[in-house]
């Protein structure tokens, strides 16, 4: 199975300031058809998971554009420009060229 | 609007069985795969099972197989997760999700494993 692994766990961060996660898979996301199933969710507190980023970088409609993702083969990363008080939550990665899908232990961002 | 409503979970003796279901709406249900995620008290996402559009072709997490079966009636848009021989570990909110890389979420269903 592909390991993922976050860095950092938990990410206190002040109100305004930008935020980055990493994210790193045990073998090469790129599928045969040439895609990198990489995808990255947000949990907040009481609520279902959300899919914020698909295939590395791509936005989900609705998902505010301080939201960025970036990266490449096993090395990912999701920032946000400037964090604002409703971005608190975990954060996780997926993958899903590979079955199993497998998900990143999860980061926690808090306000400071 | 895309929707997904989970149901069934509850409380069940370890070695127990429950059955989960997964209604769809707002999209053609026969045309996307589905996938199980859970959460664990405490815990972090983790992938359970995932299905094809036609149902002919399923994949489980070491965690669950053997014990676990993924299923859909896409004439009815639901799919199912049978779940038999429940451990205490099994305990989370069982969550639905549309297709392969999970666009869509339903609210989840807690499957409570405890005597």
């Known amino acids: 199975d592909v390991v993922m692994t976050q860095s950092p766990l938990s990410l206190p961060v002040t109100l305004g300031q930008p935020a980055s996660i990493s994210c790193r898979s045990s073998?090469?996301?790129?599928?045969?058809?040439?895609?990198?199933?990489l995808n990255w969710f947000q949990q907040r507190p009481g609520q279902s998971p959300r899919r914020l980023i698909y295939?590395?970088?791509y936005r989900d409609s609705g998902v505010p554009d301080r939201f960025s993702g970036s990266g490449s083969g096993t090395d990912f990363t999701l920032k946000i420009s400037r964090v604002e008080a409703e971005d608190v939550g975990i954060y996780y990665c997926?993958?899903?060229?590979?079955?199993?899908?497998?998900f990143g232990q999860g980061t926690r961002v808090e306000i400071k | 609007e895309v929707q997904l409503l989970e149901s069934g979970g509850g409380l069940v003796q370890p070695g127990g069985s429950l059955s989960l279901s997964c209604a769809a709406s707002?999209?053609?249900?026969?045309?996307?795969?589905m996938t199980w995620v859970r959460r664990a008290p405490g815990k972090g996402l983790e992938w359970v099972s995932i299905?094809?559009?036609?149902?002919?072709?399923?994949y489980y997490a070491d965690s669950v197989k053997g014990r676990f079966t993924i299923s859909r009636d896409n004439s009815k848009s639901t799919l199912f997760l049978q779940m038999n021989s429940l451990r205490a570990e099994d305990t989370a909110i069982y969550y639905c999700?549309?297709?392969?890389?999970?666009?869509?979420w339903g609210q989840g269903t807690l499957v409570t494993v405890s005597s």
């Open positions: 073998q090469s996301l790129v599928h045969s058809d040439g895609n990198t199933y």
């Open positions: 997926m993958q899903a060229t590979q079955w199993p899908g497998t």
């Open positions: 999700a549309r297709g392969n890389n999970a666009q869509y």
């Open positions: 295939q590395v970088s």
């Open positions: 707002g999209f053609t249900f026969g045309t996307d795969s």
């Open positions: 299905i094809n559009t036609g149902g002919t072709y399923a």
